[in-house]
């Protein structure tokens, strides 16, 4: 059963494309299966392989990850990956049964991203330049770079030095399936970046070679989790009441360039999103904030 798992994964990193982070979520939602799987089987004395695998127990799966009280989006992600996971046995010919066939995923209701208002950003952004050190000067081009972009956080830490073109005030990011894209740079951020490849990158490195664009203060490429935790602590100086991750200043980037007028269709080049259906969720997000300075400005009379 290991090995179909394996043969699925090299599937979706080498002919899909699918990146580290998207591939280790489906490696974990398979291993939970699996290690279901297995339990079940061993006490219908059933042989542990995928072709023993019935719609009755896929359905036990499920009950089984509601009643651990696993958020809706959560147990629909896990189910989907099952379903991939089951036609690209049927397509190797190691099962000839799909339990999953016709088997509806889980209903999931789409939240909106909840943005932040430039206020906020303001605050956030200020927070770095209150500190003059190497770390903080690489804090404050994360953030500029990362609201003016509007960049994933996983492509900003996977940014290489080379990939910046300060004079030309763009950056190349590579998003989901290694597709690139080319972002301009508000001035303000090629300004901050400009500062830290100068003034501060130097001073972190160890490594000559090292291709990273930020980098920790082992001189290592920083991960998404170290970000997370530098956001964090930002946000924390700024007295920020919202819960703000690093996908916040992604929706807020694009929240506030359509409240300023920007066409949805430049916003979706600009995000990476391969349908604007997914870029039309900010438009929801726009109307609600003019019906709320609409209804401030003309209260109703009671």
Same mark, same amino acid.
Not at 44 to 71: G, M, Q
Not at 215 to 229: I, S
Not at 277 to 302: G, I, M
């Given at each position: 059963?290991?090995?179909?798992?394996?043969?699925?994964?090299?599937?979706?990193?080498?002919?899909?494309?699918?990146?580290?982070?998207?591939?280790?979520?489906?490696?974990?939602?398979?291993?939970?299966?699996?290690?279901?799987?297995?339990?079940?089987?061993?006490?219908?004395?059933?042989?542990?392989? @995928?072709?023993?695998?019935?719609?009755?127990?896929?359905?036990?799966?499920?009950?089984?990850?509601?009643?651990?009280?696993?958020?809706?989006?959560?147990?629909?992600?896990?189910?989907?990956?099952?379903?991939?996971?089951?036609?690209?046995?049927?397509?190797?010919?190691?099962?000839?049964?799909?339990?999953?066939?016709?088997?509806?995923?889980?209903?999931?209701?789409?939240?909106?991203?909840?943005?932040?208002? &430039?206020?906020?950003?303001?605050?956030?952004?200020?927070?770095?330049?209150?500190?003059?050190?190497?770390?903080?000067?690489?804090?404050?081009?994360?953030?500029?770079?990362?609201?003016?972009?509007?960049?994933?956080?996983?492509?900003?830490?996977?940014?290489?030095?080379?990939?910046? +073109?300060?004079?030309?005030?763009?950056?190349?990011?590579?998003?989901?399936?290694?597709?690139?894209?080319?972002?301009?740079?508000?001035?303000?951020?090629?300004?901050?970046?400009?500062? $830290?490849?100068?003034?501060?990158?130097?001073?972190?490195?160890?490594?000559?070679?090292?291709?990273?664009?930020?980098?920790?203060?082992?001189?290592?490429?920083?991960?998404?989790?170290?970000? @997370?935790?530098?956001?964090?602590?930002?946000?924390?100086?700024?007295?920020?009441?919202?819960?703000?991750?690093?996908?916040?200043?992604?929706?807020?980037?694009?929240?506030?360039?359509?409240?300023?007028?920007?066409?949805?269709?430049?916003?979706?080049?600009?995000?990476?999103?391969?349908? &604007?259906?997914?870029?039309?969720?900010?438009?929801?997000?726009?109307?609600?904030?003019?019906?709320?300075? $609409? +209804?401030?400005?003309?209260?109703?009379?009671?």
């Amino acid at each position: 059963m290991e090995q179909g798992i394996k043969n699925f994964l090299n599937y979706l990193a080498i002919e899909k494309g699918f990146s580290a982070n998207t591939i280790a979520a489906y490696e974990n939602d398979l291993n939970q299966f699996q290690a279901f799987t297995k339990a079940q089987l061993s006490e219908k004395r059933s042989p542990h392989r @995928w072709s023993a695998v019935d719609r009755p127990l896929v359905l036990s799966f499920i009950l089984h990850l509601k009643e651990r009280n696993y958020a809706p989006a959560t147990v629909a992600r896990k189910v989907a990956a099952v379903k991939s996971f089951f036609n690209f046995l049927m397509g190797e010919d190691e099962v000839h049964l799909n339990p999953m066939e016709s088997l509806s995923s889980p209903k999931v209701g789409k939240s909106l991203p909840k943005p932040i208002s &430039i206020h906020e950003v303001d605050e956030l952004l200020e927070q770095p330049s209150k500190r003059s050190t190497p770390e903080a000067r690489r804090d404050k081009a994360m953030l500029e770079l990362l609201y003016a972009t509007g960049m994933r956080v996983t492509e900003l830490v996977s940014l290489d030095v080379n990939h910046v +073109e300060l004079q030309g005030g763009y950056v190349r990011c590579f998003g989901k399936g290694s597709k690139e894209r080319i972002i301009p740079m508000h001035p303000q951020a090629v300004q901050s970046v400009s500062e $830290y490849l100068d003034e501060a990158r130097s001073q972190l490195v160890r490594n000559n070679n090292e291709d990273a664009l930020f980098v920790n203060r082992r001189g290592d490429r920083l991960t998404r989790q170290g970000f @997370w935790l530098i956001l964090k602590s930002y946000c924390k100086a700024a007295n920020l009441d919202s819960v703000i991750t690093p996908h916040t200043l992604r929706h807020s980037f694009a929240t506030h360039m359509l409240n300023g007028g920007a066409d949805l269709r430049s916003v979706q080049e600009l995000l990476g999103h391969a349908n &604007i259906s997914t870029t039309q969720v900010y438009t929801h997000l726009t109307t609600d904030h003019v019906r709320e300075v $609409y +209804e401030k400005a003309h209260p109703r009379s009671k």
